[in-house]
């Protein structure tokens, strides 16, 4: 699309995005949240709720959650933002330093990297927001207390589970590993509470995040205005911070993979994974753990000393599952069949829980499994065999780096997919080989995957690195 004209003209009839305040309460139907945003007479007001569980501390100072329902906000108003692009947002609600402007502005900057590309909108980062904050502070004079024992700390972890094979991977291996795991959800559906269950995990032990789109954006978008893809991890990380805080756990654990950092651009920093990505990551981190140690959002610095062994210090941001490729966690989430019937990783069928058969990531996932996975099975699970469905021509070109894009999907690098579909014909040499690949040309990777070789990158700890390469040697001796 060229929608350049669109941009110029919406911003030029709507100047300013306001986030003009936030609010929560509980009740006892949990913790509600509600932001407040405006642009040129149009109110925005999304909500989301992080359900009642006897496990949440309703005792969280005022304060603390003052930062972490601020900064929600600052990532939720994107997907408002990006309705019309407004050149300048105004925080009214809050303050902040020229750190936390910058790491916002990159966030937004790279995590719209996709939404810029498809719309055709040759946009800089130096001029596409600028960033102002009022002179109301948020107040910030409770402490991240931890609540449990160091030992237990130490062994708890919050896994968000997406309903795919790559969340299963971390519960089950840390699960296995004596963890302590307390599973977190954002707006429950099939998958994700099959996949909870199939791990032994009632509903009322999940931590339940529901949260809503205003329909005043799906009207705009509607009408024409601007739409496209927003950071949506991003979003997830920072309520995962919430949820450290209401239930004492630091640990946060991800599944995201080395995969994640290549872009989906050919040549450019475009990526559809940015906020997944270790980058990202790491920036995530040093915010959270450099936004109570300085007089940022209106904290006194005669304040800071006593928030310095605070929970937010303890807090624990990471992928578990960084150091593996694509290859890898199909390869370990291949032992797990107790989920292989209920696991989804398809968009387009998300609402309905199935797998879609039509897109590029039905098409990836049935790849990067089908070393792995035998096909008589793998046709079961996805309802068909996809390497013999010629309609996706296109996109397993796309996944095999004949196109200029890869697809805008969470999927794995073109070495994997090349790595992998090599093993498959390997695999199947004896039977008659799919119809994609009949005149596929498959080039060996410049580096082939070692399936038990750990990458020397994330942030994990050595204990936590250990549980990965026992896992990855297993399966290779």
């Known amino acids: 699309m060229n929608n350049t004209a669109k941009y110029d003209d919406l911003r ?29 007479g149009v109110e925005f007001h999304p909500e989301a709720l992080v359900e009642a569980r006897p496990f ?9 959650l003052d930062h972490l329902v601020f900064d929600i906000g600052m990532i939720e108003l994107i997907s408002y933002w990006k309705c019309a692009c407004p050149p300048t947002v105004k925080v009214s609600c809050g303050s902040l330093t020229d750190e936390q402007t910058a790491f916002w502005r990159k966030l937004y900057w790279n995590g719209l990297g996709e939404f810029f590309y498809t719309n055709g909108i040759a946009e800089t980062p130096d001029a596409f927001m600028r960033v102002e ?43 296995r ?3 302590t795991i307390r599973p977190l959800i954002m707006n429950p559906r099939g998958a994700t509470v099959e996949c909870a269950r199939v791990g032994g995990f009632g509903m009322d032990e999940v931590l339940v995040i529901r949260r809503t789109i205003d329909p005043v954006l799906l009207e705009l978008n509607a009408k024409g205005y601007l739409n496209g893809h927003t950071p949506f991890s991003a979003m997830l990380a920072f309520y995962t911070r919430l949820a450290s ?4 756990i630091p640990n946060v654990a991800l599944s995201n993979e080395s995969s994640a950092n290549e872009s989906t651009v050919r040549g450019t920093s475009v990526n559809h994974q940015y906020s997944k990505s270790l980058e990202f990551e790491d920036d995530f ?8 140690m300085c007089n940022c959002a209106g904290v006194d610095a005669s304040a800071t000393d006593a928030i310095t062994h605070s929970h937010i210090d303890a807090f624990n941001y990471f992928s578990f599952l960084r150091p593996l490729s694509e ?17 989804r990783s398809c968009n387009a069928g998300s609402k309905q829980d199935i797998w879609c058969g039509h897109c590029a990531k039905c098409l990836f996932a049935y790849i990067i499994l089908s070393p792995f996975v035998e096909p008589d099975r793998l046709n079961a699970i996805f309802g068909k065999s996809m390497l013999d469905d010629t309609t996706l021509e296109h996109e397993f070109r796309q996944l095999l780096g004949e196109a200029e894009t890869k697809p805008s999907e969470c999927v794995g690098t ?21 119809k994609l690949l009949e005149s596929v040309q498959l080039d060996k990777p410049e580096q082939l995957i070692k399936l038990d070789r750990l990458a020397p990158i994330g942030n994990l700890s050595e204990e936590e690195r250990q549980i990965l390469q026992q896992a990855c040697t297993e399966k290779t001796n």
């Open 327 to 343: 290859l890898q966690i199909a390869m370990l989430f291949s032992r797990f069949t107790a989920y292989h019937d209920v696991f």
């Open 177 to 179: 590993a004596g963890k």
């Open 133 to 175: 904050s009022g002179k109301r502070k948020v107040e910030s004079k409770g402490i991240f207390e931890i609540r449990n024992p160091k030992s237990e700390i130490q062994n708890s972890y919050l896994v968000p589970i997406g309903g795919g094979k790559d969340s299963v991977v971390t519960l089950e291996l840390l699960r």
């Open 245 to 248: 805080a209401l239930t004492g």
């Open 285 to 292: 981190r040093d915010y959270c753990a450099n936004e109570l």
């Open 56 to 64: 949440l501390d309703r005792n969280v100072a005022p304060g603390v």
């Open 12 to 40: 030029q009839r709507y100047p300013l995005f306001e986030y003009v305040d936030y609010h929560y309460r509980w009740d006892d139907g949990g913790l509600h949240l509600r932001f407040d945003f405006s642009m040129g």
């Open 414 to 434: 073109v070495g994997e997919v090349h790595q992998a579909l090599r093993m498959t014909v390997e695999r199947w040499s004896k039977e008659k080989r799919p």
